[in-house]
């Protein structure tokens, strides 16, 4: 099916929007009325249709519009692409991933075309038609990681394996809760979650890393993470904290079914072939209140998640100045009943 890409911006004017086939697909990350960290790791492998879970490597309506923002932010700060001398095989490895799932999953919008090493890329939606040779960067505009990155929604870490431990050695960030790749780069697993609370008394990370140093190519394995965010903003890095940190300010009762938004992380990763280095894959989802109000069954365990979370975790996600306002809000929506098992619509 022919995706209907939407004009609409994540800054400024905030034009962003979600059709109501868009709402419902949305990753609502709460499979119960609480939340507390766990190791909520489960096989990345194809689900339901028309849910984000459909296809491995996840095309929707926002997918022009975010490819324009990312433009921007790189445009203001090229830092936020970066990658290790070390890391050109795991470029060419990411490259690779992603084209052949998009043109697979997405043959009316992106073609590969495969000629041993000589391949040619169209991109449809954003006027691309690209002849190159695999393995040679001179023959790309951009290098290899970077130039399909600028074609696929999402942020993208490739984390090297060494020494029993993960490093933070390439990526393309731009659409990050509150972390920065320059200041992440080079770092081991356990450094750049770091500030995280609650999880490393718990063991969480202990497990996580067990887990990522078995992960096995061709089983990519995903999970959701979540925070809040006032605007639809896709850019809300330390960096630019002085644009996006004052809107928090600007939440009133009467607003803040419009300007709060669930931000939801989809975070996926894959054993890459060649380098043997690990892609974690972190898409974005946006959903206004107003939005995820629409669906009943969220409407009433969102206010019941928010109530009962842990202070040190609201804390983090910098949600402690709005929370009581937005469980308020949303407590209009909840009928009391029993919510029904699992993340999708009833």
Known sequence: MTIK??????????????????????????DQDK????????????????????????????YVAEMHDRALVLKEDPLRCQAL??????????????????????????????????WRWINRPLGIDDTFTFGDASTLPHPPMEYITLQAQGDFCIVDQR???LWMDAGMVTTQADWSLDFDIGMNFMEWHGPVPLA???????????????????KPTRRLNWTMTINPRLDTSPENYHKWGP?????????????????????????????NAILFVIRCYLISLNELVTVPKWGR?????????????????????????AIDWLKTYDDGLPTSPGIFPD
């Open 85 to 118: 001398p070390h890391m050109m095989t795991a470029q060419w490895d990411t490259l690779e991933l992603l084209m052949e799932h998009q043109a697979a999953d997405y043959p009316e919008h992106f073609s590969l075309t495969r000629d041993g090493d000589q």
């Open 247 to 275: 809107d928090r300010l600007t939440v009133t009762p009467e607003n803040i079914g419009e300007k709060l938004h669930l931000r939801v992380e989809l975070q996926s990763l894959w054993r890459l072939p060649r380098s």
């Open 5 to 30: 890409f939407r004009q609409e911006t994540f800054r400024d004017d905030f034009t962003f929007r979600n059709s109501p086939d868009n709402i419902r697909r949305f990753p609502f990350p709460f």
């Open 200 to 218: 490393h008394q718990i063991g969480v990370f202990d497990r996580a890393l067990k887990f990522l140093l078995n992960l096995q190519q061709g």
């Open 35 to 62: 939340y507390m960290y766990s190791v909520n790791m489960e096989p990345h492998v194809k689900g339901a249709a028309a849910s984000v879970f459909e296809n491995l490597i996840d095309v929707d309506e926002h």
């Open 163 to 165: 020494d029993g431990n």
């Open 301 to 325: 365990r969102l206010p019941r998640v928010l109530a009962t979370l842990p202070d040190e975790i609201a804390d983090y996600k910098g949600m402690t100045r709005y929370r009581q306002m």
